[in-house]
């Protein structure tokens, strides 16, 4: 009976059934080789002398430790890293209030807050409490992923908040400040800058052409962090920033103090041929998109600064500082 006979006997026989390694197949013997052997030799030893003492093949002879290697000195301790490892930077820390209790004491107290960082399914008992607080204040209310929370800091009770590094002015403040200098007011409003680093920079080149303010979006954009402060070097000390939560608005308000609104594109006119004296404003857009749509509708003139190479655009924090002294030029400063 052939092999596949067992299962079903219907199937025909063919010739591979004939070449089978099974004595029922009627497969014909070989020389000096018995019926159904899978083709072992018989007379090869079924273990080798020659292999009795070295194990795995290994020679007798060879000794296990070479002698030649004994006087060898040791290696001693690894060597430290050649590029250690970053360690957390601490003022990345400093503006994190970690736990329910001092995120409600800071909202109390008006304390500038950038964000507010809340678990997801952690809004019962204080914690609903806390984040009504803080929407009622304008601060941004983000739910995160538990293990975000665990990563930035411990024992943070389901929230942490993003304070401020410096506190934030008011746009009343800065036009009170170019009527105490007997000036015509000179402000920069930028429109989504995400780097704190360019954020650092326009507010350190706004303080040095003497202007009196500069306002940032509440919503999509960078705020006073530990970075942008850094990155002021100190600018932040003598020039008020404020925080609008609807940027086009203030622009309407400043055309109504009289302020000429200017914005920066590279669709616009060569900013050498604008008039920048008198009470002005330069709005800056964001590194990869610009001025939106709605705050460049609300801006009186586009300035732009000539490409002569191949680079089509300058970084945003570089073009402002070219802006800004043109403007200062223009004013007598």
Known sequence: MAYYDRFNDKKPRSKR????????THRPARDGRPEGARGFRSDRPAFREDRAEGGRGFRSDRPAFREDRADRPSRGPRPERRFPREEAQPEAQENLLVGRNPIREALKSGRDLEKLLVAKGELMGSGREIVA????????????ARERLDAMAPGHQGMIAVASAYAYSTLEDMLALAKARGEAPFLVILDGVTDPHNLGAIIRSAE???????????????????AAVKASAGAVEHIPVARETNIARTLERLKREGIWVFGADMAGTDYRQADFS??????????GEGISRLVREHCDV???LPMRGKIESLNASVAA?????AMAAARGK
């Open 321 to 325: 500082g070219v802006l800004l002294y």
């Open 133 to 144: 607080i803080a929407r009622e204040r304008k601060v941004i209310v983000q739910e995160v």
């Open 278 to 287: 008198g009470p002005a404003a330069l709005v800056i857009g964001s590194e």
């Open 17 to 24: 059934d004939d070449l089978r390694d099974d004595t029922l």
């Open 302 to 304: 586009i300035v732009s």
């Open 208 to 226: 040095c052409a003497g202007a009196h303010g500069v306002i940032v979006p509440e919503r999509r954009a960078v705020g006073l962090t530990p």
